[in-house]
């Protein structure tokens, strides 16, 4: 089985902003500018960063939800190259899917979103929210579907009990299962969780991480987590990608990240994490400013106006994502700097 699931490259979403008395496009959001990524098979992903950095733009645009600006995107299924020739890698560019090959692709990558009070239909029967995906993809009908629904309920710790109501008889917990059910009802490889314990109270919030983790060994799935906090996605995932203003600027193993950030944006965000023992103390940064406008990103490194390390080549000269250690990515030019400073 080939080992990446997913590979990004240099992918770009902009939106046009209009103005001007003959209506023309005057400028873009970027709001994801250049991601390459590649996700492994059976992995889970962590996806972190600020709300506006582009991570939800970016699982919208892996789905086809949103029509790339630029780059590629191969989705490489569990079967890919399993016809013994080499892999011909055009035929899983996704940004060229139409048609049935779309319809097709997105039985094998689902989403699960935050809020499942807003992704679940009100006026729909747990039933039918589940079984929906079963009459589109035509995958079971009459008792089979039935059956089925009440095997993913069940995997989801609910029951038969529960196939006859509505989304507002159930707690926040529980409709997240709903949600995470539906998910799998189209059997998929890939999931993308976008915050989809963000909306939950702390203790749910554990049991559904659990059963996310269950479910991906038992149904050998792959994940793409989003999240803007560190402690959820340290739990679940193996690597961690941090997302600033569109691009990802550090990738790494989870422990490595949470022992050895190299980039000054996830040193700071590591720092606003409270510590449990109150012997120990961390060096606490405080960045200065907001996020900037991704219409005018600063020149240079976009973390420049932020970062306390910022000489004249970051003004001047955008860094590159590269490999500094044995797979740790960082987008930094002054990573040895960060080491004198911090290891
Ligand atoms: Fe800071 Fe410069 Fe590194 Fe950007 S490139 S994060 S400004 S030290």
């Known amino acids: 089985m080939v080992k990446s699931h997913l590979i990004l490259n240099n992918v770009k979403k902009y939106y046009p902003i209009m103005g001007g008395v003959i209506r023309h496009v005057k400028n873009y959001v970027r709001a994801v500018d250049g991601v390459t990524l590649e996700i492994k098979r059976g992995e889970c992903l962590g996806l972190v960063g600020e ?6 733009t970016l699982s919208k645009t892996i789905l086809r939800l949103e029509n790339a600006t630029d780059g590629t995107i191969f989705y490489l299924p569990d079967n890919a190259g399993n016809e013994g020739k080499s892999l011909e890698m055009e035929k899983y560019d996704i940004l060229k899917y139409r048609g049935a090959k779309l319809k097709n692709l997105r039985k094998k990558i689902q989403i699960v979103f935050q809020d499942p009070s ?15 995906a079963f009459d589109i993809h035509r995958i079971a009908s009459g008792k089979e579907k039935i059956d089925r629904i009440i095997e993913l309920l069940r995997s989801v710790g609910l029951g038969k009990d529960h196939l006859m109501r509505y989304p507002h008889e159930f ?45 991906q060994q038992k149904y050998n799935l792959t994940y793409l987590f989003i999240t803007h906090h560190l402690l959820v996605v340290e739990y679940i995932s193996d690597r961690i990608a941090v997302m600033y203003l569109g691009k990802i600027v550090e990738l790494t193993k989870t422990e490595t990240l949470f022992k050895r950030a190299l980039h000054p944006y996830t040193i700071a965000l590591l720092s606003a994490i409270p510590v449990p023992d109150p012997e120990k103390k961390r060096r606490r940064i405080v960045l200065k400013g907001d996020v900037p406008n991704s219409v005018n990103p600063p020149k240079g490194c976009r973390f420049h106006p932020r970062c306390w390390l910022a000489d004249d080549v970051c003004r001047e000269v955008e860094p590159e994502l590269s490999e500094v250690e044995p797979g740790h990515y960082v987008a930094c030019h002054r990573v040895d700097e960060v080491m004198k400073q911090f290891y």
């Open 118 to 132: 807003a992704s679940l239909n009100p006026r729909m029967l747990v039933k039918n929210i589940i079984g929906e």
């Open 51 to 56: 709300s506006g950095c582009g991570k939800t």
């Open 171 to 215: 707690s926040g917990g529980q409709r997240q299962r709903i949600a995470i059910a539906r998910a799998l009802s189209t059997n998929p490889e890939f999931i993308i969780l976008d915050e989809p314990t963000s909306a939950l109270d702390v203790s749910v919030q554990a049991q559904i991480l659990n059963l996310l983790k269950d479910l």
